[in-house]
Antibody
Framework: QVQLVESGGGVVQPGRSLRLSCAAS????????MHWVRQAPGKGLEWVSI????????YYADSVKGRFTISRDNSKHMVFLQMNSLGPEDTGIYYC?????????????WGQGTLVTVSS | DVVMTQSPLSLPVTLGQSASISCRSS???????????LYWFHQRPGQSPRRLIY???NRDSGVPDRFSGSGSGTDFTLKISRVEAEDIGVYYC??????????FGPGTRVEIK
């Protein structure tokens, strides 16, 4: 079954860190770039980060640059988002999303999301 | 960054009637490779977004042909003909030409009258 399953969300105090994980299955994970997209409560979608298929390159939204780090382990079919110096503005659902590979336009596969709440 | 705008932000529709959502970008979305990377997504309440359309007008597998995308340059439209109850939710456009960042529109909430 082709799917993405996120985990690692929870309640965290401002200034603390959290690491999100995304497990991929049902497709050749190592060939696809991967994204994180988030959604604040009751708000729209915000792209967060992308990592290349081989982990060689990554980009971030300005709102998280310097605080978040995306990484992946192709041997385990996993992608991660290390989030540091969290603030209330980082509260929301974080979605893992499949990126581009030849013949497969990006953003066609989304996980169910994991909720991050930053609150004291 | 490319700014994406949508109108209307709220769209009450009658079942069986058609609906159109406009999406505009702050600059042309035509890439140097000649493609236009404009996508449409649908998010039902409590669910993850689902891609409907890629590269302006290409319907994803399993998406009813009631959905169609059109446009060019900076102006794009998603049309839903014969709206059904399952079509309610929020529709987002997104550009993937000038990244990073990828940018989404604010969303259009479709509800049944």
């Amino acid at each position: 079954q082709v799917q993405l399953v996120e985990s690692g969300g929870g309640v965290v105090q401002p200034g603390r860190s959290l690491r999100l994980s995304c497990a991929a299955s049902g497709f050749t994970f190592k060939e696809f770039g991967m994204h994180w997209v988030r959604q604040a409560p009751g708000k729209g979608l915000e792209w967060v980060s992308i990592i290349w298929y081989d982990g060689s390159n990554s980009y971030y939204a300005d709102s998280v640059k310097g605080r978040f780090t995306i990484s992946r382990d192709n041997s385990k079919h996993m992608v991660f988002l290390q989030m540091n110096s969290l603030g209330p503005e980082d509260t929301g659902i974080y979605y893992c999303v499949r990126g581009y590979y030849a013949g497969y336009p990006p953003f066609g596969l989304w996980g169910q999301g994991t909720l991050v709440t930053v609150s004291s | 960054d490319v700014v994406m705008t949508q109108s209307p932000l709220s769209l009450p529709v009658t079942l069986g009637q058609s609906a159109s959502i406009s999406c505009r970008s702050s600059q042309s979305l035509v890439d140097s490779d000649g493609n236009t990377y404009l996508y449409w997504f649908h998010q039902r309440p409590g669910q993850s977004p689902r891609r409907l359309i890629y590269k302006v007008s290409n319907r994803d597998s399993g998406v009813p042909d009631r959905f169609s995308g059109s446009g060019s340059g900076t102006d794009f439209t998603l049309k839903i003909s014969r709206v059904e109850a399952e079509d309610i939710g929020v529709y987002y456009c997104m550009q993937g030409t000038h990244w990073p960042p990828f940018t989404f529109g604010p969303g259009t909430r479709v509800e049944i009258k």
